[in-house]
């Protein structure tokens, strides 16, 4: 299983995922088995019965979780995260994420919010304000600017930005055309974000996200209600 690297990795996130895979390894969980027995060289032809069985530590998960980002080692994958938190953000990522020119303000946020830091909340809401999103898919890990204009995504940024942490949910739509998208409008999974800047420019209110984890999309509330 090959994974391709975020753009803008955090090692926290990294970390989370090979405990997940240590904790999904002790529940005997079959797709996890078959990641560790296609990516870990000691685990290399052996049945899911073996394993299960077998001794796996921490630090083979963290291994595993490297091999499927291309690496050899956990140490090159945490070096290469380092080496790209150490970079300016690009001129040219930033005019890729949004497909054309933006303002100076925003692009001043995104850049803020590429080089600073960001430590994830352990625990977060199970209900959230949603936005939707066009022609684009939000990853975890991932930072990008977001226009937003819609009633609804406003009330949304609104709530997000009054509650703290300040997190939202952002699901794509099918269809980019809809205005209005309904349940049956939005894909199923979608990505948790942190709202970690807020610009107000005519005639859109930009807001830079970064994406925590992945989520799925259990119901929608009407507007004034939290939606998640």
Same mark, same amino acid.
Not at 108 to 113: D, G
Not at 138 to 147: D, E, F, Q, S
Not at 162 to 174: I, N, T
């Given at each position: 299983m090959?994974?391709?690297?975020?753009?803008?990795?955090?090692i926290d996130h990294l970390k989370k995922q090979a405990k997940d895979l240590l904790d999904a390894h002790k529940r005997g969980d079959g797709e996890a088995l078959a990641r560790i027995v296609a990516s870990l060289p000691a685990f290399s032809g052996r049945s899911h019965a073996a394993a299960v069985r077998a001794p796996f530590a921490l630090h083979d998960a963290q291994s595993t979780i490297a091999r499927e980002?291309?690496?050899?080692?956990w140490n090159d994958l945490r070096l290469e995260v380092e080496r790209r938190a150490s970079e300016p953000v690009?001129?040219?990522f930033i005019r890729s994420l949004a497909g054309r020119p933006l303002p100076a303000e925003v692009t $001043? +946020?995104?850049? *803020? @919010? %590429?080089? &600073?830091?960001?430590?994830?909340?352990q625990d977060l809401p199970e209900e959230l304000p949603l936005i939707a999103f066009?022609?684009?898919?939000?990853?975890?890990?991932?930072?990008?600017?977001?226009?937003?204009?819609?009633?609804?995504?406003? $009330? +949304?940024?609104? *709530? @997000? %930005?009054? &509650?703290?942490?300040?997190?939202?949910?952002?699901?794509?739509?099918?269809?980019?055309?809809?205005?209005?998208?309904?349940?049956?409008?939005?894909?199923?999974?979608g990505c948790v974000a942190v709202v970690r800047e807020r610009v107000a420019t005519a005639p859109s209110t930009f807001i830079v996200v970064q994406g925590l984890r992945w989520a799925s999309l259990a119901g929608l509330e009407p507007a004034g209600a939290r939606e998640f």
């Open positions: 090959r994974r391709e690297l975020p753009t803008h990795p955090h980002y291309g690496f050899a080692s690009p001129g040219e $001043a +946020a995104l850049a *803020a @919010a %590429w080089e &600073a830091r960001y430590e994830a909340p066009r022609d684009a898919l939000l990853t975890p890990g991932a930072v990008a600017p977001i226009a937003v204009a819609r009633s609804s995504s406003l $009330a +949304a940024v609104e *709530a @997000a %930005w009054a &509650a703290s942490p300040r997190v939202l949910a952002v699901f794509s739509q099918r269809e980019a055309a809809v205005e209005d998208p309904g349940l049956e409008q939005l894909y199923p999974v």
